[in-house]
Structures are given as C-alpha cells and as structure tokens.
C-alpha cells in the first residue's frame, strides 16, 4: 500500500529551467508535507513544507503548490542549476504524532 | 553538536552474522527515528522513540530486528541472522517532540549482506 506517489521517477532539465515533481496522497489525515532532498551518500536534508491551510509555499527558488481537494501537491524548483542535482523525496505525515510516508523519490538532473 | 551521527557507515557482513548500528541524535531532541532505504526507493519507516520508550513499530520490523534507546540517548538497531534481502541503507532521524518539521538524518549506514 503506497501512501505518497511520486512522479516522475526522474527528470531532465536545462540549467535555468523550472523542475516540476508532482505527488499524490491517499490519507485525507496527512496535515503536513514536507519535500526533503538528499545527495549521494546522505540523508534526505528537509527542503520546504507545507500545511493544508495554504496552496502554496515559497522558499527563494523553491515552491511547493498545494491541492488539498484533488489530495495533490507538488515542488517547483524555479532557475534550476546544476548544484539541484540530487533525489527529491515527497512525504506527508499527521502533524507531528506520526512517522514520515515518503514518496520513492524523483532523480533530478539539472544540465548546462 | 553538529547533527545526527551513525555508526559505521558501511557495514559488509555475511548471511546469518548478527549487526548492531549506532545512532546518535542531537542532544536536545526527544524524538529517534530509524527507517531503511533500498536502492531507488524513498525511506521506509521501522521505528521510532520517544525518549527511552519504542512507541511504534512497523510491520517491516520483523522479530529479527530490535532497537533500544537506553536512557534516552543513543540508540541502537540490531539485526539478527541477517539476510541478503537485509541489505540496505539504515537511516536515522531525530525531531523535537511533536515537530515533523525538525526531523534531521544523519548520513546513514549502508549494510551489504553478502
């Protein structure tokens, strides 16, 4: 049973692009949705995170769009550079009382 | 206090070896977290402590795998007779208490079950 879907899996972009990762939710309980980005050999690192009583989020280069009717959200990576290079993971949770469910994550390469 | 740190971080051990991994959090978060990531997966969610006590587990943990938190520091993640199927990245996280937005992850132990 797979809470958090992602896609896509992966994706190609030109430096100064927009990246776009979309992910699907099943449990109307989640109330938090954090992005979270790891690097080879690291763990993930929280991005940005939303909670249901906003649509969207923005963080310098970073946006996450939030639709709580169609239980979809995702994450906006405005001018992406080639240091955005890395594995973008969505998750969700039920504020703070419950584990993080992660998305199995979108591969992201930013190139020149 | 520089983050959350584990130990070792690459582990090779033989079908049926018994492993212990070490998380240490950050010294004020209650909160431990371990979860386990395959290759080209997000992480999956074993179990976590508050302070001392294990308060869920999920059914991956399956009864060759334990965690303790004794005193509410470090915490420890054994597996028993390992598998191959056990091979994998072991993460650990800590939050302040109720804080899914403090959650930070230490870089990981990568274990090869050969």
């Known amino acids: 049973q797979q809470q958090v879907k992602q896609s896509p899996q992966s994706l190609i972009v030109q430096k100064g692009g927009i990246s776009i990762i979309n992910c699907a939710y099943e449990?109307?309980?989640?109330?938090?949705f954090p992005w979270y980005q790891q690097f080879p050999g690291k763990g993930p690192a929280l991005l940005i995170a939303i909670r249901p009583d906003v649509s969207e989020k923005k963080e310098g280069r970073f946006t996450i769009s939030f639709n709580k009717s169609a239980k979809q959200f995702s994450l906006h990576i405005m001018d992406s550079q080639p240091g955005d290079s890395a594995t973008y993971f969505c998750a969700a949770s039920k504020s703070g009382n419950t584990p993080l469910v992660f998305g199995k994550g979108t591969r992201l390469s930013v190139i020149a | 206090d520089t983050g959350v740190s584990q130990d070792p971080r690459h582990k090779i051990t033989k079908r049926g070896q018994n492993v212990t991994f070490r998380c240490d959090p950050i010294?004020?978060?209650?909160?431990l977290y371990w979860y386990r990531q395959t290759l080209g997966q997000g992480p999956e969610f074993l179990t976590y402590f508050q302070n001392e006590a294990q308060l869920e587990k999920s059914r991956l943990l399956s009864d060759r795998f334990s965690a303790e938190r004794p005193k509410g520091s470090f915490s420890t993640l054994e597996i028993q007779r390992t598998e191959q199927g056990d091979s994998a990245m072991y993460l650990c996280?800590?939050?302040?208490?109720?804080?899914?937005?403090?959650?930070?992850f230490g870089s990981g132990t990568r274990l090869t079950v050969v």
């Open positions: 996280a800590s939050s302040p208490s109720g804080a899914p937005n403090g959650y930070t």
């Open positions: 449990n109307t309980a989640f109330d938090y």
């Open positions: 010294s004020e978060h209650n909160r």
